[in-house]
């Protein structure tokens, strides 16, 4: 976890000052779609089911076992999580005007300027003025959810050490789940030659 947390140090540096637009302000119902669509988004879905199955031939926790079942069970405690977390972000978000949508880099950011802008959105969100600030409400609920999560986890998960690598791992998500969005369209449309869709601009 510290070796991935490390990578998005240089990557946020690397962030130009040209990468962000102003946006319009966000909308009560927008923040609904935003935790749905976060929820089913594909690097959400993959990532806790790569979780699940690392976790279930380790067989960690232990009382979860190495079956289909336990694999289940693992996926849908990350998934829980993942909406808690969300949810927590767009309701207390609302209350400091923050924006929790990734909008991409501005049009001719080089890669690694836009590689920078995904990192530092990671722990920045769009501010109601224009520019962004500090994603608080985003500090706030990846810690908050992960330690409601001990709620339904196993006891073996529920230490301080578990909660930290969960919290930590949660900002990781976050990171990819911007690279998803400010790099997939680039890939469908040169690469993979297909229209973009609705998930292209979480």
């Given at each position: 976890m510290r070796f991935a947390l490390a990578l998005l140090i240089p990557a946020v540096l690397a962030a130009q000052t040209n990468s962000y637009t102003p946006h319009p302000e966000i909308t009560p119902q927008q923040r609904v779609q935003?935790?749905?669509?976060?929820?089913?988004?594909?690097?959400?879905?993959l990532g806790d089911a790569i979780g699940a199955g690392i976790g279930t031939g380790l067989d960690m926790p232990k009382e979860l076992g190495t079956h289909w079942t336990g694999f289940e069970k693992r996926y849908i405690n990350g998934l829980t999580t993942g909406l808690v977390q969300d949810t927590l972000e767009a309701g207390i978000g609302a209350a400091w005007h923050e924006d929790?949508?990734?909008?991409?880099?501005?049009?001719?950011?080089?890669?690694?300027?836009?590689l920078g802008h995904a990192a530092k959105m990671t722990f920045y969100s769009n501010g109601s003025g224009g520019g962004t600030q500090l994603a608080y409400a985003r500090f706030?609920?990846?810690?908050?959810?992960?330690?409601?999560?001990n709620t339904w986890r196993p006891d073996?998960?529920?230490?301080?050490?578990?909660?930290?690598?969960?919290?930590?791992?949660?900002?990781?998500?976050?990171?990819?789940?911007?690279?998803?969005?400010?790099?997939?369209?680039?890939?469908?449309?040169?690469?993979?030659h297909v229209k973009s869709s609705p998930f292209d601009g979480l």
């Open positions: 935003w935790v749905i669509e976060r929820t089913v988004m594909p690097t959400n879905l929790p949508r990734y909008f991409r880099a501005a049009s001719g950011t080089s890669f690694r300027g836009r706030i609920a990846i810690p908050t959810a992960n330690a409601l999560s073996s998960e529920r230490d301080m050490g578990d909660l930290a690598l969960r919290t930590g791992m949660g900002f990781v998500a976050h990171f990819s789940g911007n690279v998803w969005t400010e790099f997939w369209p680039d890939v469908k449309k040169k690469v993979l």
